[in-house]
Nanobody, 122 residues
Framework: VQLVESGGGSVQTGGSLRLSCAAS????????MGWFRQAPGKEREFVAG????????YYTNSIKGRFAISRDNAKNTVYLQMNILKPGDTAVYYC????????????????WGQGTQVTVSS
């Protein structure tokens, strides 16, 4: 499975962005999918995850109510809608796939995209 992110960019505080992650391969619909981010000088952290059906989502506390993860299995794509962005959201965002269908923060993610930069200015 290959993952390619898109949709990153620069926005001002309070703005919105929608990240997309396109997956190759026929097994995408059975994968749990997640979004992670890594800010300069910090470790990579889990942001959001979604089970194979798109029914059960997981979010880290700092983005609850502002971000939403979704997927379209017919298009082999997972999305991260980011609203009310803050400077603290500035990071490289990575899409990841797991054979654990839950897509939870504790799932083992073996497949990773190359990342897309999100920069939020004050």
């Amino acid at each position: 499975v290959q993952l390619v992110e898109s949709g990153g960019g620069s926005v001002q505080t309070g703005g919105s962005l929608r990240l997309s992650c396109a997956a190759s391969g026929r097994t995408f619909s059975s994968f749990g999918m997640g979004w992670f981010r890594q800010a300069p000088g910090k470790e990579r952290e889990f942001v959001a995850g979604l089970d194979w059906s798109g029914t059960v989502a997981y979010y880290t506390n700092s983005i609850k109510g502002r971000f939403a993860i979704s997927r379209d299995n017919a298009k082999n794509t997972v999305y991260l809608q980011m609203n009310i962005l803050k400077p603290g959201d500035t990071a490289v965002y990575y899409c990841a796939g797991s054979r654990d269908q839950r897509g939870a923060d504790t799932s083992p993610y073996a497949y990773w995209g190359q990342g897309t930069q999100v920069t939020v200015s004050s």
